[in-house]
């Protein structure tokens, strides 16, 4: 039992404690946005365009982009694994699709009988599948919107699914990016009992490129109250080495807690590889993120 309690403090480490739940669906997989503190929705198009911004896809960067990252996700709090997939594809000047799979899976925790017999284990777990699109609606403005189908088993009675959508803005203009959205709209999530809100969001934030550094600041507002802002730098030698750093502001008890990011990427021949570390959180704190892409 008392093994049973860690572990659902542990999760309760990622969902809301007001009436919401799914929160992990605010947890960006992208190595290269971790990097800069999550500060991703301004930024030119990645593989992870549907966690960043769909609407990216449909203007300038790669044609197309795919990734697979992993992540060890609040090792001293929680010890999480975090695999994602994801990637778009712009069939035309105007057009682009994406698609994105996200998976976070906790510790196994043991079941036990009331005799004091362990009888079986369980390993709680939450995932979500997405599709995307994006559209060019004139010169360096574009529209998306995605939709996502939610898995969320916490224990062996508490299960249950839903279905959400994200609609987002992106304009950019020579130097200057920006990027407005909307995130987790959708059906409640109900694990038998009471239904719970998806952790709605808005984000909107900017970025600016110079000589190779491209600085990045985010605002994002929660539906259940609360507000989480974040500023990241990058720098690029050569199109090849990507230095990055960050800090993000948070709310432990709301949203993603208050946390510090560097991070590395190094791309050649269409290949990229990214990685970025969290650190200064109680909670976060040696969070690693990995990623291995390729784009054309």
Same mark, same amino acid.
């Given at each position: ?75 001293k ?36 009988s ?11 777990? @939450?995932?979500? %599948?997405?599709? $995307?699109? =994006?559209?060019?609606? /004139?010169?360096?403005?574009? #529209? +998306? ?43 409640p999530?109900?694990?038998?009992? @009471?239904?719970? %809100?998806?952790? $709605?969001? =808005?984000?909107?934030? /900017?970025?600016?490129?110079? #000589? +190779?550094?491209?600085?990045?600041v ?9 507000l ?39 791309q ?23 990623g ?5």
């Open positions: 039992m008392k093994k049973l309690l860690s572990i659902i403090a542990a999760c309760a480490v990622c969902l809301s404690l007001s009436a919401q739940s799914v929160a992990f669906l605010n947890i960006n997989p992208d190595p290269a946005t971790a990097g800069v503190a999550g500060t991703g929705i301004a930024r030119t198009a990645d593989a992870y365009a549907l966690e960043n911004n769909i609407a990216a896809a449909a203007l300038n960067g790669p044609k197309m982009a795919a990734a697979a990252g992993f992540g060890m996700w609040q090792p709090a929680a010890n999480s694994k975090l695999i994602s997939a994801a990637g778009y594809y712009r069939i035309s000047d105007r057009l682009a699709l994406g698609v994105q799979f996200k998976d976070m899976a906790y510790p196994a925790y043991s079941i036990v009331g005799d004091g017999r362990v009888k079986d284990s369980f390993a709680p777990m @939450e995932l979500t %599948a997405g599709l $995307g699109v =994006a559209y060019r609606l /004139a010169d360096g403005f574009s #529209a +998306g919107v995605s939709l996502r189908f939610i898995s969320s088993s916490l224990t062996q009675e508490a299960k249950a699914s839903a279905f959400g959508a994200d609609i987002a803005l992106k304009y950019e203009k020579d130097a200057f990016q920006a990027g407005l959205s909307v995130c987790n709209l959708g059906t999530v109900n694990y038998g009992g @009471e239904n719970y %809100a998806q952790p $709605g969001i =808005a984000r909107l934030g /900017a970025a600016y490129s110079i #000589a +190779g550094l491209t600085a990045s985010e605002a994002d507002y929660l539906f259940a109250g609360g989480m802002a974040g500023i990241g730098l990058e720098y690029s030698i050569a199109d090849i080495v990507s230095l990055r750093g960050g800090f993000h502001y948070g709310d432990a008890a709301k949203a993603i807690p208050t946390y510090a990011s560097v991070g590395l990427g190094v050649f021949a269409g290949f990229r590889l990214d990685a970025a570390f969290l650190t200064a959180s109680k909670t976060l704190g040696n969070t690693l993120m990995v291995l892409g390729y784009s054309f």
